[in-house]
């Protein structure tokens, strides 16, 4: 049995063992500090790395901001690249977000080291991908690159061209100007009409015709002038108010006031409602202004519906006034000579000349010898009718005397043939021996151009117009072919045949365009016009400036809506002499527009009946033409010749200047010698000759003619 430990030694031993056990956790604790130490130690040098990864990332960072300054800098000279950068943009928004989530997690790093670095894992996938998206970008501008340097490349090449245009040689510039002459020397007729030798005066032309045997001067008014009271005698008093000595102090408003309360009851005579209208300020008349015009149907100035014309004087020229002036005469002859050219078919034409107290009347009646068609008094030709200058009365006889020969069928504007479903007249615009045309509001307000038979005789004219007209119309049709609106079937409602068709333009003359581009513009949307005829086995047969018209439209569909212009655009009118290509028949054509093939065959008639041997005569008598015999196949290339033709008309206007167009048919005439001649300089002649090239071969490329017609709207 041991002996029991020693207390003393027992506690020093125990002593001992909580030293050395403390000295040992000292131990642990201290290797613990130092673990912890260097793992704080890892972690700083950790932070240092990401501090120089984000520092890194920031220079980085600033390349992008100046790369992105690059790219909007860049951005600024490619409009077109706007949707792409807005794109950028909302990466760049997206990144700045994420930048954003970074910092938070970044704050946390301490506490979740693991997931901070997940998350940093997840940012540099995100990053590469971005690096992804930014060379595929960069691929995009490389592209664009590439498309903008090519329509640099273009843009050179057309600026080249424009300057080669515009710098023309001086032997091209005097080519230019020797075609000029030639083409004047070619076509000038050697012996030309007296009737083209130069103006005449009004007075010499009055004295002209009332030199003719069928004139008669200082006649005495009907019987049925003086007989009667006249119920509009305190109209006629009223009027008397208003003279004064110098015309243009004369009350026309009131004057027209009075006279259109006289006149209204010709309404209720059937040939149309009756209006009075003030025109001493407007042209209407062929460049001509009466001072007043009586006018049935339409309540604007139309000379297709003028009934009569007064003149207006004042009183201040001494004893007698100023009435009766061989000066004044003349005018008014100049004012039924207009009105006998725009009225085929009425046989009385009246005019009044006034100064409110007394009056005289001069009447032409038609005759039948030669035919209606008259000149103004610049031609001092023969005249067929019969030509009345009644005596200088009291107003109140004039007047009545005008008021009951206004009563008459034969004084009044041929009857209008439309049927009243085309609407409203506004006014008309043409009366041919074939159509009348005008323009009509129609039930729906839409304001269209109506064409109607002006006989029976010429019902399958209108309706085989209506035929074509109706083949081209056809999806994707060009805004150069007429839009058809209305039509009339003459076989169920009765009356003759007529169509409606848009839009409403006028007359193409060179003096409506703004600028060369303008002009050539119109001129494609002709040539246009024509391949989709052609396109649709139809020739036009009558391509001329009168049945080129011109109105106000924008530009092609196809561009942009900044280049887009409103401007005078091009409509080719007028089908009723088409026809189908390739098939025998006559011509029956518009005879500027007739084929120089044509034309040097009937030359090629060797028949002194063919012969035009005397050109002063204007009975023709019942001569044959041989164009009413001849046949020939209609091509396309007849339309391109005559588009040619149009152009050159409206360029250099001279070379056809008092031309006889329906004179062409007669063989070895000179209207046809001097044709032949224009054609033969044209066919020799730059820049002419290209465009000949291209009708004969029926090239129906709009480029290829572009280009021919850039020189020319240019010159």
Not at 57 to 81: G, K, M, N, S, T
Not at 107 to 124: E, G, M
Not at 238 to 261: A, G
Not at 511 to 535: M, N, Y
Request: with cysteine.
């Amino acid at each position: 049995m041991h002996p029991p430990p020693d207390q003393a030694l027992l506690t020093a031993e125990r002593e001992q063992h909580f030293i050395s056990s403390k000295s040992c956790a000292s131990l642990l604790v201290e290797a613990l500090d130092q673990k912890l130490t260097a793992r704080d130690q890892q972690l700083a040098a950790r932070d240092q790395q990401l501090a120089a990864r984000d520092q890194q990332l920031a220079a980085r960072d600033q390349q992008l901001v100046a790369r992105d300054q690059q790219l909007a800098a860049r951005d600024q000279q490619l409009a077109a690249r706007d949707q792409q950068l807005a794109a950028r943009d909302q990466q760049l928004a997206a990144r700045d977000q994420q930048l954003v989530a970074r910092d938070q997690q970044l704050a946390a790093r301490d506490q979740q080291p693991v997931a901070r670095d997940q998350q940093l894992a997840a940012r540099d996938q995100q990053l590469v991908a971005r690096d992804q998206q930014l060379a595929a970008r960069d691929q995009q501008l490389a592209v664009q690159d590439e498309q903008l340097t090519a329509l640099r490349s273009e843009n050179s090449q057309i600026q080249n061209r424009l300057e080669k245009l515009e710098n023309r040689s001086e032997n091209e510039f005097l080519a230019i100007v020797n075609l000029s002459t030639a083409l004047s020397k070619a076509t000038t007729p050697p012996n030309p009409h007296p009737r083209y030798a130069g103006s005449v005066t009004r007075a010499k032309a009055w004295q002209k015709a009332i030199s003719q045997p069928t004139s008669a001067i200082n006649q005495d008014p009907p019987s049925t002038a003086w007989q009667g009271i006249d119920p509009r005698a305190n109209l006629v008093l009223q009027l008397k108010r208003f003279t004064c000595d110098e015309e243009q102090n004369i009350d026309y408003p009131s004057v027209v006031h009075l006279l259109n309360t006289y006149f209204s009851p010709q309404t209720s005579l059937g040939f149309g409602k009756t209006h009075v209208l003030d025109t001493h300020e407007r042209r209407y008349l062929n460049d001509l202004a009466p001072d007043i015009t009586i006018q049935r149907n339409t309540s604007s100035a139309d000379r297709f519906n003028v009934a009569a014309v007064l003149d207006l004087k004042g009183t201040a020229s001494g004893p007698g006034g100023k009435l009766d002036t061989a000066n004044n005469l003349g005018q008014i002859w100049d004012y039924i000579m207009e009105l006998v050219e725009c009225q085929p078919g009425r046989r009385v034409f009246l005019a009044m000349l006034t100064d409110l107290k007394d009056a005289i009347i001069v009447k032409y009646t038609i005759g039948s010898t030669y035919g209606q068609l008259r000149r103004r008094s610049q031609d001092p030709g023969s005249y067929t009718g019969w030509l009345v200058q009644y005596k200088r009365t009291p107003l109140a006889i004039a007047l009545t005397h005008l008021y009951n020969e206004l009563t008459e069928e034969t004084a009044n504007p041929p009857k209008l043939p439309f049927h009243p479903s085309a609407g409203e007249l506004v006014h008309v615009l043409q009366r041919q021996s074939n159509a009348i045309v005008a323009v009509y509001r129609s039930p729906e307000g839409i304001t269209q151009v109506v064409k109607a038979a002006s006989k029976p005789a010429w019902t399958e004219s209108i309706s085989s117009e209506i035929n074509v007209l109706q083949l081209l119309q056809t999806p994707g049709k060009p805004k150069s072919i007429p839009e058809l609106v209305y039509i009339h079937n003459h076989e169920v409602a009765g009356k003759l045949p007529e169509f409606g068709i848009t839009p409403v333009g006028q007359r193409i003359h060179l003096e409506l365009f703004k600028d060369p581009a303008e002009f050539r513009v119109c001129l494609e949307d002709v040539l246009q016009a024509l391949g989709w005829v052609h396109e649709r086995g139809v020739v036009h047969r009558d391509v001329r400036t009168d049945n080129v018209v011109v109105y106000q439209g924008w530009d092609s569909e196809n561009i942009g809506e900044i280049d887009r212009k409103w401007r005078y655009r091009g409509l080719l009118i007028d089908f009723d002499r088409a026809t189908k290509i390739g098939i025998d028949c006559v011509y029956e054509g518009g005879y500027i527009s007739c084929p120089s093939e044509l034309l040097q065959r009937a030359r090629d008639i060797d028949s002194p009946s063919h012969m035009d041997l005397d050109h002063n005569n204007e009975d023709d008598g019942d001569e044959t033409s041989p164009f009413e015999t001849l046949l020939y196949k209609p091509r396309p290339v007849h339309d391109y010749l005559a588009f040619i033709m149009l152009i050159n008309t409206l360029i250099f206007p001279f070379p056809l200047r008092c031309f006889s167009y329906n004179r062409i048919e007669k063989v070895k005439s000179e209207e046809q010698e001097r044709l032949v001649r224009l054609w033969e300089v044209l066919k020799t002649s730059d820049p002419w000759r290209h465009m000949v090239d291209l009708a004969e071969q029926e090239v129906n490329e709009l480029d290829m003619w572009r280009v021919r017609l850039e020189f020319l709207v240019w010159l």
